[in-house]
């Protein structure tokens, strides 16, 4: 155990993959009407598999907000354009909102800029724990050969010490075909979902995610718009800092999509962080961290028509207590 | 949904292909690449309802809510308020209508409007709109006279589910666009003597009754109103909420959101459904 190289699978994980290679048992983590789908769309659970990697976060990789002066709160210039912001959507050009706000003095510097700036070391940390587990989650589901993992969780667990766990657990499949995929795939999706997906002709490519953290300089623009007094009044700054989160979190999910050579995605979760950090005093910054997580999705059915009919039918069942189910 | 019958023959070439799209997927070729946040189901019947889904679309707004106190014993409508809350929201859909401008979008579907107040700042509160940009394939029977995008040159915007979206087109109906109405009400406190008066006794308030009445009217006509602008025939999914938000108990935010529409034909037959009984809770 102690001489494991970090490479491959620990030796627990490689003696229960060896004990599966020779009993031949299977387990599953999908629920019934889960394996149920899959089964009807021609993949068979073959096993539960899990990858993990314990992380310690211990450098952020604070380089700043862009503020170095300190006379009356003016960033220096040059730090970028504040007044258009907002070019969130991924693979256009130029699409940003600019104009109606003016943004501050200050400019947002996201993970993305280079070098150290804003939290890069962190937002890499997380990024390699997320990619080793679903990593080392895929060679057990190669080892048992797979050709997929569905309903896979991906799990982070705090632990003491600034240490942090990435778990991802899901459910292996083999295909009925005689064609084997490049790479395993990889989808967040219940079994039900890719049943779903599989007849209407689109196929689970592997789970896509965008992570970004940003920085921001309160400036007086941003300190004068959110005092008690301002009335009614956007806060150009703060919006800036989300927008611009958020757009690069966008952008790093729509690249990992990309990357992996699929039609689209289907994104499960979107969400923001925003706390205020007081580095020294007088000088507050806003600092914003914002995760994407979804399934990319690639067609295989050639024809115009998706090959799947709705049926209307009216349940006979209980009203619900959520009339929006989605 | 029905999906294709296991027995005409696709059966065996479901996985056959799918893994054959795995196996031909070169990473980094250029697709049309698509992000959405619509969920399997919304995903497949927006499809079949003939349109493409093109992106996730968003538009955000940080907001300094004004302060404004109501009159201790009046009836009133707190109208700096009312204006924040909607000139908040409006920024926040303005952005996400502008994203879907950009990709050339028809509408948005599947639009959620939330507001998070932060707790780094009092009265500081984020608003958001996000959706789906989808866009009309060829295939799918635009309505006659102009395209799918409403009066104002805008693509639809919708907050119906993947779901509603599929069977208000089925329907013959297009969505035009959200329309909301909002209201920040004050409702007076009781007076002491007849908060006396109306112990032991199982009385009317009137003026709360007509306080509510008030507010909500308010949030509703001017939703009216907005579907008005829009030569909307009606207003479908239509939510009217009351939203404490943060400013106690007398103070209360009373919204009204919904989708406008008009018909895209003019007779609205739709499949007669099949009555199931499924055999499971609820």
């Given at each position: 155990m102690a001489d494991w190289d970090g490479r491959g699978l620990p030796p627990v994980a490689a003696a229960r993959m060896a004990r599966f290679a020779s009993g031949g048992l299977r387990t599953s983590l999908l629920s019934v009407p889960g394996a149920a789908g899959v089964e009807s769309v021609g993949l068979r659970p073959v096993g539960e598999v899990m990858g993990c990697i314990v992380q310690h976060i211990g450098f952020a990789g604070w380089s700043g907000c862009g503020y170095y002066g300190g006379f009356g709160g003016l960033a220096g210039p040059g730090?970028?354009?504040?007044?258009?912001?907002?070019?969130?959507?991924?693979?256009?050009?130029?699409g940003g909102i600019a104009g109606g706000v003016a943004g501050g003095s200050g400019t947002t510097v996201t993970s993305s800029s280079g070098g150290f700036s804003g939290y890069r070391p962190y937002v890499d940390a997380l990024y390699r724990g997320y990619g080793t587990a679903i990593t080392r989650m895929l060679l057990e589901a190669r080892s048992m050969a797979a050709d997929g993992v569905v309903d896979v969780r991906l799990r982070v667990n705090h632990m003491d010490g600034g240490n942090r766990e990435f778990v991802a657990l899901g459910t292996a499949v083999r295909a009925d075909s005689t064609t084997r995929p490049a790479r395993l795939f990889s989808t967040e999706l219940a079994g039900q979902d890719v049943a779903k997906l599989l007849r209407a002709g689109w196929v689970p490519a592997g789970i896509a995610l965008g992570i970004s953290v940003a920085i921001r300089h309160d400036d007086w623009a941003t300190r004068r718009q959110s005092s008690w007094g301002a009335g009614n009044v956007e806060v150009a700054g703060y919006t800036e800092l989300v927008s611009h989160v958020r757009a690069d979190a966008r952008q790093r999910f729509h690249r990992s999509v990309a990357e992996l050579g699929a039609d689209g995605a289907i994104a499960s979760e979107l969400s923001l962080r925003i706390w205020e950090i007081e580095p020294s005093e007088n000088h507050r910054d806003h600092v914003a961290e914002s995760t994407m997580f979804g399934t990319a999705v690639a067609r295989f059915h050639r024809a115009a028509d998706p090959p799947t009919r709705s049926l209307t039918y009216l349940p006979l069942r209980d009203p619900s207590p959520f009339r929006r189910a989605r | 949904m029905t999906l294709p019958?296991?027995?005409?023959?696709?059966a065996p070439s479901i996985p056959e292909d799918a893994m054959r799209r795995l196996a031909e997927m070169k990473p980094g070729q250029a697709t049309t690449l698509f992000t959405s946040d619509l969920s399997v189901n919304e995903f497949l019947l927006v499809r079949e309802a003939g349109f493409r889904p093109l992106g996730l679309v968003l538009g955000s707004s940080i907001y300094h809510v004004g302060f404004q106190m109501g009159r201790w014993s009046r009836n009133q409508e707190l109208d700096t308020l009312s204006q924040a809350m909607y000139h908040a929201r409006e920024l926040a859909m303005t952005r996400m209508e502008a994203e879907a401008a950009v990709l050339g979008a028809d509408g948005i579907v599947g639009v959620r409007l939330d507001i998070e107040f932060k707790?780094?700042?009092?009265?500081l509160a984020e608003f958001i709109a996000v959706g789906t940009a989808v866009k009309a394939d060829e295939a799918a029977t635009a309505?006659?006279?102009?395209?799918?995008?409403?009066n104002k040159g805008q693509p639809f915007t919708s907050d119906l589910s993947g779901q509603d979206f599929w069977t208000l087109v089925q329907a013959g109906y297009m969505p035009l666009g959200m329309v909301m109405g909002s209201c920040v009400y004050h409702i007076a406190h009781q007076r002491f003597w007849q908060s006396i008066g109306n112990i032991g006794q199982n009385v009317e308030i009137p003026q709360f009754t007509e306080a509510l009445y008030d507010a909500r009217e308010l949030a509703m006509s001017r939703m009216q109103a907005e579907a008005e602008a829009l030569h909307a025939e009606g207003i479908v999914g239509v939510q009217l909420l009351s939203l404490p938000h943060r400013?106690?108990?007398?103070t209360t935010e009373f919204f009204a959101i919904g989708t406008a529409v008009r018909p895209l034909r003019p007779d609205h037959i739709i499949d007669k459904p099949q009555l199931v009984l499924p055999l499971v809770d609820s």
């Amino acid at each position: 155990m102690a001489d494991w190289d970090g490479r491959g699978l620990p030796p627990v994980a490689a003696a229960r993959m060896a004990r599966f290679a020779s009993g031949g048992l299977r387990t599953s983590l999908l629920s019934v009407p889960g394996a149920a789908g899959v089964e009807s769309v021609g993949l068979r659970p073959v096993g539960e598999v899990m990858g993990c990697i314990v992380q310690h976060i211990g450098f952020a990789g604070w380089s700043g907000c862009g503020y170095y002066g300190g006379f009356g709160g003016l960033a220096g210039p040059g730090f970028g354009n504040p007044g258009a912001f907002g070019g969130g959507i991924p693979g256009t050009v130029g699409g940003g909102i600019a104009g109606g706000v003016a943004g501050g003095s200050g400019t947002t510097v996201t993970s993305s800029s280079g070098g150290f700036s804003g939290y890069r070391p962190y937002v890499d940390a997380l990024y390699r724990g997320y990619g080793t587990a679903i990593t080392r989650m895929l060679l057990e589901a190669r080892s048992m050969a797979a050709d997929g993992v569905v309903d896979v969780r991906l799990r982070v667990n705090h632990m003491d010490g600034g240490n942090r766990e990435f778990v991802a657990l899901g459910t292996a499949v083999r295909a009925d075909s005689t064609t084997r995929p490049a790479r395993l795939f990889s989808t967040e999706l219940a079994g039900q979902d890719v049943a779903k997906l599989l007849r209407a002709g689109w196929v689970p490519a592997g789970i896509a995610l965008g992570i970004s953290v940003a920085i921001r300089h309160d400036d007086w623009a941003t300190r004068r718009q959110s005092s008690w007094g301002a009335g009614n009044v956007e806060v150009a700054g703060y919006t800036e800092l989300v927008s611009h989160v958020r757009a690069d979190a966008r952008q790093r999910f729509h690249r990992s999509v990309a990357e992996l050579g699929a039609d689209g995605a289907i994104a499960s979760e979107l969400s923001l962080r925003i706390w205020e950090i007081e580095p020294s005093e007088n000088h507050r910054d806003h600092v914003a961290e914002s995760t994407m997580f979804g399934t990319a999705v690639a067609r295989f059915h050639r024809a115009a028509d998706p090959p799947t009919r709705s049926l209307t039918y009216l349940p006979l069942r209980d009203p619900s207590p959520f009339r929006r189910a989605r | 949904m029905t999906l294709p019958n296991s027995t005409d023959g696709a059966a065996p070439s479901i996985p056959e292909d799918a893994m054959r799209r795995l196996a031909e997927m070169k990473p980094g070729q250029a697709t049309t690449l698509f992000t959405s946040d619509l969920s399997v189901n919304e995903f497949l019947l927006v499809r079949e309802a003939g349109f493409r889904p093109l992106g996730l679309v968003l538009g955000s707004s940080i907001y300094h809510v004004g302060f404004q106190m109501g009159r201790w014993s009046r009836n009133q409508e707190l109208d700096t308020l009312s204006q924040a809350m909607y000139h908040a929201r409006e920024l926040a859909m303005t952005r996400m209508e502008a994203e879907a401008a950009v990709l050339g979008a028809d509408g948005i579907v599947g639009v959620r409007l939330d507001i998070e107040f932060k707790e780094f700042g009092t009265d500081l509160a984020e608003f958001i709109a996000v959706g789906t940009a989808v866009k009309a394939d060829e295939a799918a029977t635009a309505p006659s006279d102009g395209g799918w995008r409403n009066n104002k040159g805008q693509p639809f915007t919708s907050d119906l589910s993947g779901q509603d979206f599929w069977t208000l087109v089925q329907a013959g109906y297009m969505p035009l666009g959200m329309v909301m109405g909002s209201c920040v009400y004050h409702i007076a406190h009781q007076r002491f003597w007849q908060s006396i008066g109306n112990i032991g006794q199982n009385v009317e308030i009137p003026q709360f009754t007509e306080a509510l009445y008030d507010a909500r009217e308010l949030a509703m006509s001017r939703m009216q109103a907005e579907a008005e602008a829009l030569h909307a025939e009606g207003i479908v999914g239509v939510q009217l909420l009351s939203l404490p938000h943060r400013w106690g108990g007398h103070t209360t935010e009373f919204f009204a959101i919904g989708t406008a529409v008009r018909p895209l034909r003019p007779d609205h037959i739709i499949d007669k459904p099949q009555l199931v009984l499924p055999l499971v809770d609820s």
